[in-house]
């Protein structure tokens, strides 16, 4: 009789490597399914071995955070199996279809854990498809994996949190911050001040680096329309026009390089695929999957935990990892764990501060209503604002994947995974409705781009 299929986590960020060392600790060796080179996800991301610099210059005042991360995988890994730049690209009922270079694979399971985790939002400008825009992941990817920087001038445009912590760890990396340029107004209320004091330390961090800027002769400026990025002669970006909202006077800034973002979005197309369901959420205005406070989602088997539920931090995504094995393991035995309680309560206690960065970090609505009509909305099918508000007007369809039936949109390389969010608001705008009857891009296999050579021709090694 052959073994019962094995536990299954994908994602190998704090929420993932959580969730495995919890299972190994009951006695299970999980398989752990990763994109990365190396365990850690975005935020504990690190460079190979003739690149590696200090924990404290790569992660600053995270160190600790991720030397413990580190070496709790490394006392891991002869208890688990470890699959390292290995994507999930399809799944189907108990079997993931797995590609590792030219390699494909099919991985069975019976119980799956996802811990996805998040990529940038963007909202797009005109001429920020120009090389030498990346989003502020890439950035820190850029910093982080290949001790290097995007640009020698760089402008930080968006909002979020990130936008200043990325600012932050380029001027420390040699690079000259031109500004760092927020679209919303954040801080203006003094109603916020004590909800996101909740957040303690995290709160007290980003005010260090906003301080640290100002201190540093960076300037901050907030309540940003941006205009256009400007290119030189060779196609480059070589700057940035944009106002300040609610004037009329226009401002030009010089650089080499932009780093964009606007928060994160939650990576679900893996939960899509798999049935979960989801609903929407009106302050961090994205769909969601629907799942019980412990990870649990209405499909049987399958648990959620990280930034892939909900964009909360990677504090919370490790407790939501740990949290979701024991979810797991209570539903294998019927016991639950002591220490789920007092988890539980993290989490809750999490949830003020978090709602007050999505308050005072809200995601621009007004400017993609305003986005000029030439502005690309989905690169990868050229497709432009105008284009979809055409669709829109001559159809009468409101549903996102009507209009993407019309007029192609998402279904490039991507999958709508970079246009998706701000074309909901672009046709949410254009058909006068709310977002909620948007609805959401339905996720597709491959979920990401994957060599036909490797679908066609490529070696199957089976399970």
């Not at 989602?297 to 931090?313: E, N, T």
Request: positive net charge.
């Amino acid at each position: 009789m052959r073994d019962e299929p094995p536990i299954v986590v994908v994602g190998a960020g704090p929420a993932g490597v959580s969730a495995a060392r919890t299972l190994v600790g009951a006695g299970h060796r999980p398989i752990l399914v990763d994109e990365g080179m190396f365990p850690g996800g975005q935020v504990f991301r690190r460079p190979p071995s003739p690149l590696q610099q200090s924990d404290e210059k790569l992660y600053g005042f995270d160190a600790r955070r991720a030397r413990r991360l580190h070496d709790e995988f490394a006392a891991l890994l002869p208890s688990i199996v470890y699959h390292a730049e290995t994507m999930v690209w399809a799944v189907e009922s108990n079997l993931l279809h797995l590609a590792r270079g030219d390699k494909t694979t099919c991985q069975p399971w019976k119980r799956l854990i996802l811990a996805t985790g998040a990529m940038d939002r963007i909202v797009p400008t005109n001429g920020w498809t120009a090389p030498g825009v990346v989003t502020l992941g890439a950035a820190q990817i850029a910093l982080k994996a290949q001790a290097s920087i995007i640009g020698k001038s760089v402008i930080f445009l968006g909002s979020g949190p990130l936008l200043y912590l990325v600012a932050y760890q380029y001027a420390r990396a040699g690079a000259r911050v031109v500004a760092v340029l927020e679209a919303g107004r954040p801080f203006q209320r003094f109603s916020d001040l004590p909800a996101l004091a909740s957040g303690g330390a995290t709160f007290a961090r980003g005010v260090f680096y906003i301080a640290w800027l100002k201190a540093h002769g960076v300037p901050i400026k907030t309540g940003i329309e941006p205009l256009e990025i400007l290119h030189g002669s060779d196609g480059r970006t070589n700057g940035l026009r944009y106002r300040r909202k609610g004037q009329g006077r226009e401002t030009i800034l010089s650089c080499d390089a932009l780093a964009i973002g606007y928060g994160l979005k939650s990576e679900t197309q893996l939960a899509d695929l798999l049935g979960v369901d989801f609903h929407f959420d009106p302050q961090q205005r994205q769909w969601l999957p629907t799942t019980d406070l412990d990870g649990r989602s209405c499909v049987d088997g399958v648990y959620l935990a990280g930034d892939g539920v909900s964009i909360r931090g990677n504090q919370i995504a490790a407790i939501a990892g740990e949290l979701a094995a024991l979810a797991l393991l209570s539903d294998m035995n019927g016991s639950e764990a002591p220490q789920a309680g007092s988890l539980r309560r993290e989490i809750s206690r999490a949830r003020r501060f978090r709602r007050a960065l999505d308050s005072v970090f809200a995601f621009p609505t007004d400017q993609l209503k305003t986005l000029p009509d030439e502005a690309l909305i989905c690169r990868c099918e050229g497709l432009t604002a105008g284009a979809v508000r055409d669709v829109v007007g001559l159809s009468g369809e409101s549903d996102i994947n009507r209009v993407k039936a019309f007029s192609r949109l998402g279904m490039g390389r991507c999958q709508g995974r970079v246009c998706g969010p701000a074309a909901a608001e672009l046709i949410a705008a254009a058909a006068s409705t709310d977002i909620l009857h948007v609805g959401r891009l339905r996720g597709q296999a491959p979920l990401k781009p994957i060599a036909l050579a490797t679908l066609a021709g490529g070696r199957d090694e089976g399970i």
